[in-house]
Each structure stands twice: as structure tokens, then as C-alpha cells.
């Protein structure tokens, strides 16, 4: 399974980026889709999760309301949609997939395959 993440970048306080993770390799509509962040010298910490049918989702406390994750399983993709955003979210930004896809998890040691992750800096 290969995950590739892509738009990231820079922007201001209070503006909006959508990333987006392109699977290939495998069909991921059976598997939990998730996203988690990592700051410099800080641990990976879980962002958004969503059930293999996009039937539940989870979010951390931190972005709730301000973060949406959806998916696309007949394009192999899934989106974090990032509003309102805050100086704090600066960050690496991965996507992972997990089996089975019923379950959400936070730890990211329970995620099987990664991205190389994509860059979000929000200048304040």
C-alpha cells in the first residue's frame, strides 16, 4: 500500500487548507482512514479518523469544529478539510490507514501504513 498526501503549505491564521491522501496499492474501502500531525520534537498525535463507509468519524478535541475528514473510496482518497486555522496546527501531516475499518483508533501504533506526510505552516 502506498499512501501519498498532498496540500499542504502556508497560510495565514484564520485561512483554510484541504488535504488530500491518494491510496494505491490497495482498495482501502474496508479499512479505517485516519489523519495525525507531528510538530518538531513533539509525539504524532491522532487528528481525525473515519470509518470505512464514512458512517462515524472522530476528531481530536483540539480541532473539533474547525477540521472535517471525508472520503472518497471510488477514488482511493481521503480529505481533511482544515478551517479556521491556528498557529498551533503547524505541523507534519500524515495519513494512515488501520483494519478493520469499524473502528476508529487514536494510537498510532495501531495504524498499519503511513505517508511520507505534507507540511502545514500557519503563520500567526
Known amino acids: 500500500v502506498q499512501l501519498v498526501e498532498s496540500g499542504g503549505g502556508l497560510v495565514q491564521a484564520g485561512g483554510s487548507l484541504r488535504l488530500s491522501c491518494a491510496a494505491s496499492?490497495?482498495?482501502?474501502?474496508?479499512?479505517?482512514m485516519a489523519w495525525f500531525r507531528q510538530a518538531p520534537g513533539k509525539e504524532r498525535d491522532f487528528v481525525a479518523g473515519?470509518?470505512?463507509?464514512?458512517?462515524?468519524?472522530d476528531y481530536a478535541d483540539s480541532v473539533k469544529g474547525r477540521f472535517t475528514i471525508s472520503r472518497d473510496n471510488a477514488e482511493n482518497t481521503v480529505y481533511l478539510q482544515m478551517d479556521s486555522l491556528k498557529p498551533e496546527d503547524t505541523a507534519l501531516y500524515f495519513c494512515?490507514?488501520?483494519?478493520?475499518?469499524?473502528?476508529?483508533?487514536?494510537?498510532?501504533?495501531?495504524?498499519?501504513?503511513w505517508g511520507q506526510g505534507t507540511q502545514v505552516t500557519v503563520s500567526s
Open positions: 494512515a490507514t488501520d483494519f478493520p475499518g469499524h473502528i476508529i483508533e487514536t494510537r498510532a501504533s495501531e495504524y498499519d501504513y
Open positions: 496499492g490497495r482498495i482501502l474501502s474496508a479499512y479505517t
Open positions: 473515519i470509518t470505512w463507509n464514512g458512517g462515524r468519524t
